[in-house]
């Protein structure tokens, strides 16, 4: 589908989806062909229709009450049994135990059966759980089927007909983006491209400066991208090169994924409101306190955005009859809000401080991986530290010569500037130049028009396309081959199957390096990954890896083989490809015996 006639981005969010498309038959050079937003249809009320730049991803799942009278119906939903986007949100936050929410989250949460029904966590028995990835596919579903009714009045125009780019974390592993991949074929789409959101963010820049970039930029800067959304912290590194006195872009650095956003600080404000709350004799429960979650989000937007007010009013209704039952009333004030932001999400620190780690309880609540330590200032410096060997090893950290915000939690710019600040006294300290904050063009619509950008990037009209690869080097565990020992389990080394930087569309094949497989009875692999070791080669391997390389998956099988003897050992040879689509895909093969064993990855955590 390289020449459909609409170029599609979608930004697949925590906390909102976007559509971006471009027209390829309204210009004759599509080097300045307009990226236009697709106001998306969605129910905002019962019966009541409305368009909007931004799908919240939220699903409410109804009552069968409430799914009588199609009030909650829509064109391609006549059942209204899923509710999605903004009255899912709004209704949701009333009712939580129907609400499903940070979907993409739970995508990525290798603890758990990812294609299970969890979600909610906490519904009633009469609500059909949806799993991560049904969740995922509901939202596509839903941007399919609202994009099919407004434009396609032929096949050919319909969404799954188009090029479309879908935007990942740039910190989603290969399962996590398999996974994605996954979600987008639920929803009937087939044909997608993954995109890293940080990359994304960048080429919506590139598109709102045109010519004019690489006055703003030039050869050795090295711009770091800081994207904090709704349920995720993603950092990159982006650095100008220059080839023959031709400026060039490279991805040289990702962030680990780190699931701190936006979420974490409406649930801090919630408990903060609530204190005071219980400090009148005022006890919440449950539902209450997931509704001041919501509230709390309203609040903090408001003051925020509007620097004249000092504080807003909270409601929460009330439960039971008489006094209590009433509605309940408190506030948030502003100089609460930016304390709460500051000490606990954007603290002063120093360049070599790396986020805190506190002792795990055994036994916890089912819910999401959340980082213990909620500074992120802290995590960017650790994220500077690790990544300061691709560079000058000498330095406590990387020195970035401008920023690029994204994601909505940056929209403030009191957030961005404590960001500057911050960044600003640990160049200060090692003698480094002054950050330069490059302007973000909307942090809200910014990835989705990224997207559709490197769409025509892609289509090789002349535009510059960011270099780099993959943001992870891949291994699989080998056991060694020493005699067992009693009491002393096997060693498992990691071999280097993908090094980091490997294009899309590239394979390799270890070559010279023979292993053993046991056919025709279960037997267990292990995926790991890196995005701190640049410099392993395909077909290294490593016998001290702990401390640098972390698994990501296993892969419980057996390789079936039909006239061979299960047990017995084949000799096979390892290959790996970066799929054109931006996932990975690993194959063992025996030339020996004609034989090749495709693996795929254990989406169950």
């Not at 368009?51 to 799914?67: A, G, H, N, W």
């Not at 050869?219 to 959304?229: F, N, R, S």
Request: charged share 25%; proline share 6%.
């Amino acid at each position: 589908m390289s020449k459909s006639r609409y170029i599609i981005g979608i930004d697949l969010g925590t906390t909102n989806c976007v559509l971006s498309y471009i027209d390829t038959w309204k210009v004759n050079d599509l080097t300045t062909a307009p990226i236009n937003i697709f106001q998306v249809p969605q129910l905002v009320a019962p019966g009541e229709i409305g368009e909007r730049d931004l799908l919240p991803s939220f699903i409410y799942l109804p009552t069968y009450q409430e799914r009588q009278g199609e009030r909650l119906t829509m064109s391609w939903n006549p059942f209204g049994d899923r509710v999605v986007g903004a009255y899912a949100k709004s209704r949701g936050a009333e009712v939580p135990g129907r609400l499903v929410a940070s979907a993409k989250s739970w995508l990525c949460h290798t603890g758990i059966d990812r294609t299970a029904p969890i979600l909610p966590l906490n519904a009633p028995e009469d609500v059909q759980k949806l799993s991560p990835i049904v969740a995922s596919a509901s939202y596509l579903r839903h941007l399919k089927a609202a994009w099919n009714h407004t434009f396609a009045q032929e096949v050919k125009d319909r969404l799954e007909e188009q090029s479309i780019y879908l935007t990942i974390p740039a910190s989603f592993d290969a399962v996590a983006r398999e996974l994605t991949v996954k979600a987008a074929g639920s929803a009937g789409l087939d044909d997608i491209t993954l995109l890293e959101e940080p990359q994304a963010a960048f080429y919506a820049w590139l598109d709102a400066r045109r010519d004019k970039w690489k006055e703003e930029v030039g050869a050795g800067d090295l711009i770091l991208v800081c994207d904090i959304g709704g349920g995720t912290t993603d950092f990159s590194l982006i650095r100008v090169t220059s080839e023959n006195g031709k400026l060039g872009l490279e991805r040289v650095a990702v962030g680990d994924h780190i699931l701190l956003g936006g979420d974490n600080m409406d649930l801090a404000l919630a408990y903060s409101l609530s204190e005071d709350l219980k400090g009148k004799g005022i006890m919440l429960d449950y539902i209450q306190m997931q509704t001041l979650w919501y509230s709390a989000r309203v609040a903090k937007e408001k003051l925020l955005a509007n620097q004249e007010f000092s504080e807003i009013p909270v409601v929460i209704p009330g439960r039971g009859s008489g006094l209590v039952g009433g509605t309940l009333r408190t506030a948030l004030m502003k100089k609460k809000l930016e304390s709460l932001l500051f000490e606990g999400f954007f603290p002063a620190c120093k360049s070599i401080d790396w986020p805190q780690c506190r002792p795990r309880i055994g036994l916890q609540e089912m819910g999401l991986p959340y980082v213990s330590d909620t500074a992120i200032t802290r995590h960017l410096a650790r994220f500077l530290d690790i990544h300061k060997d691709k560079f000058d090893s000498s330095q406590h950290m990387l020195a970035p010569t401008a920023i690029l915000f994204n994601g909505g939690v940056l929209k403030p710019p009191i957030i961005r500037r404590r960001i500057l600040d911050i960044i600003s006294q640990w160049l200060h300290e090692k003698g480094a130049p002054a950050i330069k904050e490059l302007d973000s063009p909307d942090l809200d619509l910014a990835v989705a028009k990224g997207a559709s950008y490197y769409g025509l990037v892609r289509r090789e009209v002349g535009l510059l396309r960011i270099r780099g690869g993959i943001a992870r080097s891949y291994y699989m565990g080998i056991e060694d081959a020493r005699p067992a020992v009693p009491g002393l389990p096997p060693t498992i080394k990691a071999l280097c199957v993908v090094p980091q930087g490997m294009e899309e569309g590239g394979s390799v094949s270890l070559q010279g390096k023979t292993f053993g497989l046991i056919v025709g009875q279960p037997v267990e692999f292990r995926f790991l990954a890196s995005t701190i070791r640049p410099n392993d080669s395909v077909g290294d391997l490593i016998d001290d890896w702990d401390e640098t390389i972390e698994p990501i998956t296993t892969l419980k099988t057996s390789m079936e083989a039909s006239e061979i003897e299960p047990g017995t050992m084949i000799p096979v040879q390892l290959e790996a490809k970066v799929t054109e689509i931006g996932t990975l895909a690993l194959s063992m093969v025996s030339k020996e015996k004609d034989l090749r064993f495709d693996l795929e990855f254990n989406v169950r955590g």
